[in-house]
């Protein structure tokens, strides 16, 4: 498999923060010793964001290990943070506009304060299906790329207005309710384009947690920018033939 183009990531309007309650006791990062943190899976970006705070803020990795992170369904969160069934609950996007609107909360920190702008995940493809379809992979990660830049450049209510259309004409009994919160993709680069600064943050991370060894996987082999036609001089209905960036190896 390989990454192919970014699709999404955080911004000041399109981020995850780490809230608690109002009146709760935690407010640094050693306070998270012994609590209990929710957040939608493990071993993905909240946990990494949750570890990279407590190493920032100098805990040892025993003391970070003493942090509980667990899996709380991002529809329950809000519930269980209220509860005190958990300490902290990662909230994002509509779920933490709502919770934030009904008030009582309030971010220790958020993914956006800790690193700042960033792509954070790609879509990735079958190295087979590239080398046999190459032209129909560009057409798909070209076409990505123009909906992002276009996305960036056309006022909000536009593009909110754009993806109810294209949900309803579907027809697929989707709600549409959830896209009028829609703020910002938060992919960093120009036209998801992928640098290797994106995979180091996460390679970095699962050194330090000694899931891989350090120097084991090297960004370059792990993404190509060969598919990506995008160019700034293209109009939004005409295709590129901008030169790109191709994987170390192919």
């Known amino acids: 498999m390989t990454a192919v183009i970014s699709y999404y990531g955080v911004d000041k309007a399109a981020y995850n923060g780490f809230y608690v309650l109002k009146d709760s006791p935690i407010h640094s990062a050693r306070d998270l010793i012994g609590k209990k943190v929710g957040m939608n899976t493990l071993g993905a970006h909240s946990e990494a964001m949750l570890d990279i705070y407590l190493q920032r803020h100098g805990l040892s990795q025993a003391d970070i290990k003493k942090a509980e992170p667990l899996v709380v369904p991002p529809v329950n969160t809000e519930q269980s943070l209220r509860q005190k069934q958990i300490q902290v609950g990662v909230l994002g996007d509509i779920l933490r506009d709502k919770a934030l609107q009904t008030g009582g909360i309030r971010p220790l920190f958020t993914d956006y304060q800790l690193l700042g702008d960033f ?70 680069e120009t036209a998801g384009r992928i640098t290797d600064k994106e995979f180091q943050l996460w390679i970095d991370w699962l050194a330090k947690r000694g899931d891989i060894e350090k120097g084991q996987v090297k960004a370059s082999d792990l993404y190509t920018n060969e598919f990506n036609a995008y160019s700034r001089k293209d109009k939004a209905d005409t295709p590129s033939t901008a030169k790109t960036t191709s994987k170390s190896g192919s």
């Open 119 to 188: 792509s954070a995940g790609t879509y990735v493809v079958n190295d087979r299906f590239l080398k046999e379809n190459p032209d129909t992979a560009r057409t798909f990660v070209t076409g990505i790329a123009r909906a992002i830049e276009w996305a960036r450049a056309t006022p909000r209510d536009e593009v909110v207005a754009r993806q109810i259309e294209i949900v309803k004409r579907r027809g697929r009994n989707e709600g549409t309710a959830p896209l009028k919160y829609w703020k910002s993709f938060g992919v960093a």
